[in-house]
């Protein structure tokens, strides 16, 4: 009984995972709501080397990375702009309307776990 339950764990973890390391693009922006949770926000790069017929080349693909709580409170105090960070987390589609008044379509990454790799100090 107990191969199943974590059989059925890892099947729903790896139905919606995401685990990326890159630099962050931007310091995180922070959104503290009335009921005092916290949002961050931030882009994050990640390259690859790419083979082709004329050699190597770095490709950059940016995502919207979003973090909610104690995760988004952490961010605030530690993540800045430039950092390599590796976060494991989840794909979250969303519809918003611009300033336009047209809709628009994003795909996020929300984080569940964020790992500072060599982190900057903090400034004073």
């Known amino acids: 009984m107990e191969v199943k339950h974590t059989q059925t764990s890892i099947m729903n973890k790896l139905q919606n995972g995401v685990n990326l390391i890159g630099r962050t693009g931007i310091n995180p922006i922070i959104r503290t709501f009335e009921n005092g949770v916290?949002?961050?926000?931030?882009?994050?790069?990640?390259?690859?080397?790419?083979?082709?017929?004329?050699?190597?080349?770095?490709?950059?693909?940016w995502h919207q990375i979003v973090a909610w709580?104690?995760?988004?409170?952490?961010?605030?105090k530690f993540v800045r702009k430039g950092q390599m960070?590796?976060?494991?987390?989840?794909?979250?589609n969303r519809v918003f309307r611009d300033n336009n008044g047209s809709n628009k379509k994003i795909t996020e990454i929300q984080v569940k776990e964020i790992l500072l790799i060599n982190p900057k100090k903090q400034a004073s």
Do not use: P, R, Y
């Open 85 to 92: 960070v590796a976060v494991d987390g989840k794909l979250i």
């Open 69 to 76: 709580g104690k995760k988004a409170e952490l961010i605030e």
């Open 38 to 61: 916290k949002l961050a926000k931030f882009s994050l790069a990640t390259n690859e080397t790419v083979l082709e017929v004329n050699g190597k080349s770095q490709k950059t693909q």
